[in-house]
């Protein structure tokens, strides 16, 4: 979707990716970090109907029952440390821009004042470019927002998180509340920031993607 024709990648496009590009490749200074903000949103626990039966010795699968029940839905919002690949995340009913700022206010927290420049790469909904959250910003000058250009969610690296957590927590959704769901959110934000990495960008494989896009966009 990042190559959406109705958008045109003239040179404040590639601008905005160089920009970025250089936020997650350059040398940082003490003082500075850079986070990758986004939400996962519509998280559902859907209980089953009967207990899931873990897998077994002797190659037994697990065994699921596709008939589950609703209880609602929630928001997962996150933010991806690019140098130590630490995530900062807090589940909400809700997604608005109260949500966002109540994630702000957990980092702002979370992280040490030493700490005196927080990038923040982000997309420009409105959830994050709103009259709340620019109120908020201007009150906490070392947030620095830096936006992706429309449809280039490739190029925030907190997807890149989510795919794991996809991949490890909800393959097979099965919790039997969304206080449940929230708790091995947690449990499994704790644990991955036990062992957290970064992911490997360079200039030079970010590069072969934009060249690639060119002649996409060409033909």
């Known amino acids: 979707m990042w190559l959406y024709p109705k958008e045109q990648r003239d040179a404040e496009?590639?601008?905005?990716?160089?920009?970025?590009?250089?936020?997650?490749?350059r040398l940082l200074a003490e003082n500075e970090i850079v986070l990758c903000l986004d939400e996962k949103t519509s998280l559902q626990p859907r209980p089953r109907t009967h207990q899931t039966k873990p897998a077994l010795p002797g190659n037994i699968p697990n065994l699921c029952e596709p008939e589950y029940k609703r209880d609602g839905a929630l928001n997962l919002f996150a933010a991806f440390d690019t140098r130590s690949g630490k995530v900062y995340g807090r589940c909400y009913e809700r997604k608005r821009q109260d949500e966002l700022i109540s994630l702000l206010e957990y980092i702002e927290a979370e992280i040490p004042l030493v700490i005196?420049?927080?990038?923040?790469?982000?997309?420009?909904?409105?959830?994050?470019?709103?009259?709340?959250?620019?109120?908020?910003?201007?009150k906490h000058p070392r947030f620095k927002i830096h936006f992706t250009p429309k449809h280039c969610s490739w190029m925030n690296q907190v997807e890149q998180w989510f795919s794991i957590l996809q991949r490890k927590r909800f393959r097979i959704v099965d919790f039997e509340s969304k206080e449940q769901m929230v708790n091995k959110i947690y449990q499994f934000i704790g644990a991955w920031n036990e062992r957290a990495h970064p992911f490997n960008w360079t200039k030079k494989s970010v590069a072969k993607i934009m060249a690639q896009a060119t002649v996409e966009v060409a033909a």
Do not use: A, P, R
């Open 13 to 25: 496009f590639y601008q905005k990716i160089s920009d970025i590009i250089d936020l997650y490749t």
């Open 116 to 138: 005196t420049i927080i990038n923040v790469v982000c997309d420009n909904l409105s959830t994050h470019d709103g009259k709340k959250v620019k109120e908020w910003l201007s």
